[in-house]
């Protein structure tokens, strides 16, 4: 996983690094009611048999290029390694 510090030489576990990236994109979700609190983050940082629910669109994409439907945990978790990048700029 190329989120993962290196100098962790692969010592993790990959169940626990999709935790946490699926709870950063829920804290990033674009109606602020639909992101948890503190208390449900930490909640679901150390909880390690709570069910997600799907997640929502983020604040941080354009509209013409988010998806429709919500965005399922199975996604971050088989996510190609590929890298791409895209600049937003007005006009």
Known sequence: MDFVDPALDNKFRHDEVARCIYVALLCVQESPDDRPNM??????LSNVS??????????????????????PLNLIVNASNDLSVSTITGR
């Open 39 to 44: 208390t449900d983050t930490v909640t679901m």
């Open 50 to 71: 709570l069910h997600f629910n799907p997640v929502k669109q983020p604040a941080f994409f354009t509209k013409k290029n988010a998806s429709e439907s919500e965005w």
